[in-house]
């Protein structure tokens, strides 16, 4: 079963919290403290992450791993529940929401893509993940982090918040985040654009007005389909991160504002 860890008063509702690639439910710390007055956090380590097993996916694997988590919190007794991720935890939640809809009081992602729209865009992001797959069963792991922090949706980083980062990340266990990387690629992915019509339930997107490409993408995504984009001042690409009271802040806004 996967790891996870939980946080506040189990009487309150259940948000269950899901990181990204290369994360681990320690993630979520900076934002959990502000939290649990009003939820009861669920803090889930993805497979092949943190402290949870490494799974043997198919490809792609969202359905599987979408599983497995509503498995891990049907093992709590939590009936219903938020639900938020970030970046890969977000297209994660994206399908965890459309196979357990009825499990979810609202749902919450954070710069995350929706999915590609043509075979011609899930060719060319299938090739360039194939690509980072072999950097990241050939390459030290360190070596694997300063290339991957160098990628634009990280250009706001400052030099030592990406040293920092690498540092933080180079615990990880590479068999194990191959296990998972190519079974939830965005070329694997559903197109879920038409999900928020789809689902009975509230749906946010939050992201930095720094992080130019994903803002643009939640902006065009609130245009086809009932999502509600907050964009949060001072962030890129990783909003928890870079702004964890202001997140909180609006994070509680709209769940409590929701009224599920």
């Known amino acids: 079963m996967l790891a996870l860890s939980c946080y506040g008063d189990k009487a309150k509702p259940a948000l269950v919290m899901l990181h990204g690639f290369l994360g681990n439910q320690a993630d979520w710390q900076s934002i959990v403290v502000h939290l649990t007055e ?40 939590i009936e219903k529940y938020h639900l938020l991720g970030y970046s890969l935890g977000g297209r994660i939640a994206l399908h965890l929401a459309r196979d357990h809809a009825d499990k979810l009081l609202s749902l919450c992602v954070e710069s995350c893509h929706p999915g590609l729209d043509s075979a011609e865009e899930k060719l060319l992001r299938g090739k360039s993940d194939l690509d980072w797959s072999h950097k990241l069963a050939s390459l030290p ?61 509230t749906c946010h ?31 890129g690409h990783n909003v928890h991160l870079a702004a964890p009271i202001d997140y909180s802040r609006k994070l509680i806004q709209l769940l409590t504002e929701d009224k599920l």
Do not use: M
């Not at 030592?160 to 965005?186: C, D, M, P, V």
């Open 38 to 77: 009003h939820f009861y956090c669920v803090c889930v380590d993805l497979p092949g992450h943190g402290q949870s097993p490494t799974i043997s996916l198919l490809t792609p694997g969202f359905e599987q791993i979408a599983e497995q988590i509503q498995i891990a919190i049907d093992a709590l007794a």
């Open 205 to 235: 997107y939050i992201v930095g007005r720094h992080d130019s490409k994903f803002l643009a993408l939640a902006t065009r995504w609130q245009q086809v389909a009932p999502i509600n984009v907050h964009a949060v001042e001072l962030a």
């Open 141 to 201: 792991i360190d070596e694997f982090l300063s290339l991957w922090y160098q990628q634009g949706v990280f250009a706001e980083l400052s030099i030592e918040a990406r040293q920092q980062l690498i540092n933080k990340r180079s615990h990880n266990n590479q068999a194990g985040l191959l296990s998972i990387y190519l079974a939830s690629s965005l070329a694997e992915q559903t197109n879920l654009w038409d999900l928020p019509n789809l689902i009975k339930i």
